[in-house]
């Protein structure tokens, strides 16, 4: 078990920084990326990944030496909100498309807003799948008990805020009154036990 949290942690490391790089590069320069276009955008962006993927993996050693130790009931909590992040995942890709997932409404060049997602877990909560993430992470982090996947899971709470704050402002730009609309009726993190009457 030692060994499998190890490894669970450093794919961690390498991965969650990552993703979050990712929509911190795209979001807050859509306009620009819009002009480049879609594969020399990612190809730069890619670039970008690969050189922090092998900083984080050449410090990898020293930024995994402190170690709790993994405890069986942590592990239990875990694998209960590993669940609860599958089970979101699962309602998540009934209404994502691998171009959404990847951001590519927002760097088409063309002058189509795409489509607003408020249907299904949608109209519940506007954001589910940074939620997901966050349990994720924290189920990672819990399993683990590595104090480098704590630092990431403490660092992931106000750069996602940030990130949605910066998504949101976007997704204003694109879709107007429509958005502002369903962000009156939507929360955006915890979800409604109830979707709205107008979305049904």
């Given amino acids: 078990m030692e060994t499998a949290a190890y490894w669970v942690a450093q ?21 620009w990326w819009r002009r480049l276009g879609p594969v020399k ?40 909100l590993f669940l609860t992040s599958v089970y979101l995942g699962i309602l998540l890709l009934k209404h994502l ?17 795409g489509k607003l997602l408020t249907q299904g877990i949608y109209s519940r909560i506007r954001h589910p799948r940074y939620l997901q993430g966050g349990i994720a992470l924290t189920s990672l982090a819990l399993f683990t008990n590595y104090l480098v996947v704590y630092l990431i899971l403490a660092l992931y709470i106000p750069l996602i805020y940030l990130i949605v704050l910066l998504e949101e402002r976007e997704l ?16 955006r993190f915890i979800p409604r036990l109830l979707p709205p009457r107008s979305s049904r």
């Avoid at 204003?172 to 929360?187: D, T």
């Fill in 11 to 31: 794919a961690t490391l390498l991965g969650f920084p990552a993703a979050l790089t990712f929509w911190f590069i795209i979001h807050p320069f859509t306009q």
């Fill in 41 to 80: 955008t990612y190809l730069a962006v890619i670039a970008v990944l690969i050189l922090l993927e092998l900083l984080l993996f050449l410090f990898s050693q020293p930024l995994l030496r402190i170690h709790f130790g993994v405890s069986l009931p942590l592990a239990a909590i875990a694998l209960f």
């Fill in 97 to 113: 498309t691998p171009a959404i997932l990847f951001g590519l409404p927002q760097l088409s060049r063309t002058r189509s807003p």
């Fill in 172 to 187: 204003l730009a694109r879709f107007g009154q429509k958005y502002q609309e369903y962000s009156r009726r939507v929360p």
